[in-house]
């Protein structure tokens, strides 16, 4: 019987992925606006791989916040993400919840 279990906590898995010579990003939210799916402070860590843990969305960005993630692990550059009604790429990733949501992600390295 396998006992071991994979971190459920963003932070935690981040440290368990580079810890283990895998390249990662975290991705948090920074500033919310009107109807938000998560707060301030939210986390969501990506492995090279494009293994996540954790949410900064409820699921309505997660995909598009991934791919920016994946592009900042292998340029090695931050980057602000910013998702709301007005911007066409809301709809498009499906953030119709009538507010905006920042995202800053970062690559993390050991």
């Not at 810890?19 to 990003?25: D, E, I």
């Not at 916040?65 to 993400?81: D, N, R």
């Not at 790429?89 to 995202?103: H, S």
Request: charged content about 15%.
């Amino acid at each position: 019987m396998n006992t071991h279990t994979e971190p459920t906590d963003p932070i935690d898995q981040i440290a368990a992925w580079t810890n283990a010579g895998q390249k990662a990003a975290l991705a948090t939210v920074v500033s919310t606006w009107g109807s938000s799916p998560r707060p301030v402070g939210s986390h969501l860590a990506i492995n090279e791989s494009g293994d996540f843990v954790g949410s900064v969305s409820g699921g309505c960005i997660e995909g598009a916040v991934v791919e920016a993630a994946l592009e900042s692990i292998k340029s090695g550059k931050p980057k602000v993400l910013e998702y709301g009604v007005t911007n066409e790429m809301a709809w498009e990733v499906g953030l119709a919840c009538g507010g905006k949501v920042q995202v800053f992600v970062e690559p993390v390295q050991k």
